[in-house]
């Protein structure tokens, strides 16, 4: 098993150790180096040697460059980063899901196996895998067992309810994750229970965090904050510094990816729109979206247009910047708003709140008469 991934990185040349966030940025002829020293069985570079001593603490002075380090090649693109939702499906039933109606639905193994493939020649280092829930998939191993063995930086977003399980624990830990984002929905057992619609939930989601932090798995908490839990808030808070790890928060609820918006009504009245101004994301361009079926989008909002990766392979995500840059413009009713540099909400998500008839003050800063259009 590698110890360390050499690649390509958009404009750069990244050396990275799986399992840890930090890595080392080197030029261009240092990787062609690291490369053909691979090709060869060279040993490891002493230049390289040093600074993985010292930053990782592992020993490569006298390895073959060949078995210590994994060297990805030049992409024909340029897509750095992307998410994989291996299903829909979910063992809780948490109103605020943008998935909605979750579906247990997904692709065999051969065509999995094909996706992955295809995003690793794509480029991908960055990977998020994600769901529904994705450690209930049948064939979550061996997906995350392959995204590991083809170099590739992987995040997993799950609820934690299934983390306690030994298969599953030690497949995280000899193939360590650089981050386990784990979704907290309360600081007690009947809110927990409550926002998830699920008994024993709470209980769950603490054997599983427990048997993460035990395990010195990189976890994170991403703090859920809906109407039925933000009295909770500061405890919530208080638990994730009890655990030791960081934190992020989501608490802008928004409508189904489909346009439905049942799921507007679980929003935190203490929590309104706080998204920043919007001034251009990579979606399309450097990073994508790939749902269960293998469809291909420019995100996980926007899936109006996708591309079949089974049927039309890698060169069919050349035709996702351009899906990008039409999806981005202003469109509909923001098309004349003399106030779109301002704005926080990116074209797409406004799209889905219009389906979802939601109200103009849950997407858009600005009060109805401050907006104009057409």
């Given at each position: 098993m590698h110890e360390l991934i050499v690649s390509p990185f958009l404009d750069h040349h990244l050396i990275l150790r799986p399992g840890n966030s930090a890595g080392l940025k080197v030029p261009e002829h240092r990787y062609v180096e690291l490369r053909d020293a691979a090709e060869s069985g060279s040993p490891v570079p002493d230049w390289l040697c040093r600074p993985a001593l010292r930053q990782w603490g592992v020993e490569l002075n006298g390895q073959s460059a060949s078995t210590a380090l994994l060297v990805r090649g030049r992409p024909p693109y340029e897509y750095g980063r992307a998410s994989y939702e291996v299903n829909m499906?979910?063992?809780?039933?948490?109103?605020?899901?943008?998935?909605?109606?979750?579906?247990?639905?997904?692709?065999?193994w051969e065509d999995r196996e094909k996706v992955l493939h295809i995003l690793r020649d794509a480029g991908v280092l960055w990977l998020q895998i994600t769901g529904g829930e994705p450690t209930i998939d049948r064939q979550f191993p061996a997906v995350y067992s392959l995204a590991y063995d083809l170099g590739m930086m992987i995040e997993v977003l799950t609820n934690g309810s299934r983390l306690h399980n030994p298969l599953l624990l030690r497949l995280l830990t000899e193939r360590r994750p650089y981050r386990l984002t784990l979704s907290l929905y309360g600081a007690t057992e009947e809110s927990y229970d409550r926002l998830t619609q699920r008994r024993g939930a709470w209980k769950a989601f603490r054997r599983g965090v427990d048997a993460a932090l035990d395990a010195g798995l990189p976890v994170e908490l991403s703090v859920i904050v809906t109407r039925d839990n933000e009295h909770?808030?500061?405890?919530?808070?208080?638990?994730?510094?009890?655990?030791?790890?960081?934190?992020?928060?989501?608490?802008?609820?928004?409508?189904t990816y489909f346009g439905s918006g049942e799921t507007l009504s679980t929003q935190a009245l203490t929590r309104g729109n706080q998204r920043g101004v919007f001034t251009g994301c990579d979606a399309g361009h450097t990073s994508l979206h790939v749902d269960p079926l293998g469809m291909a989008s420019i995100c996980k909002v926007a899936r109006d247009k996708q591309i079949p990766l089974l049927a039309e392979?890698?060169?069919?995500?050349a035709k996702l910047?351009?899906?990008?840059?039409?999806?981005?413009?202003?469109?509909?009713?923001?098309?004349?708003?003399?106030?779109?540099?301002?704005?926080?909400?990116?074209?797409?998500?406004?799209?889905?709140?219009r389906q979802a008839d939601a109200p103009l003050g849950s997407y858009c800063q600005h009060s109805p008469k401050e907006v104009t259009t057409p």
């Open positions: 499906a979910c063992n809780w039933e948490c109103p605020h899901c943008y998935l909605g109606l979750k579906e247990d639905a997904g692709m065999e909770e808030i500061d405890a919530m808070y208080e638990l994730a510094r009890v655990f030791g790890v960081r934190t992020r928060e989501y608490n802008n609820m928004t409508p392979g890698l060169a069919g995500l910047g351009g899906i990008a840059d039409k999806a981005l413009l202003r469109q509909g009713g923001c098309s004349g708003c003399q106030l779109s540099e301002q704005c926080s909400t990116c074209m797409p998500l406004a799209q889905r709140y």
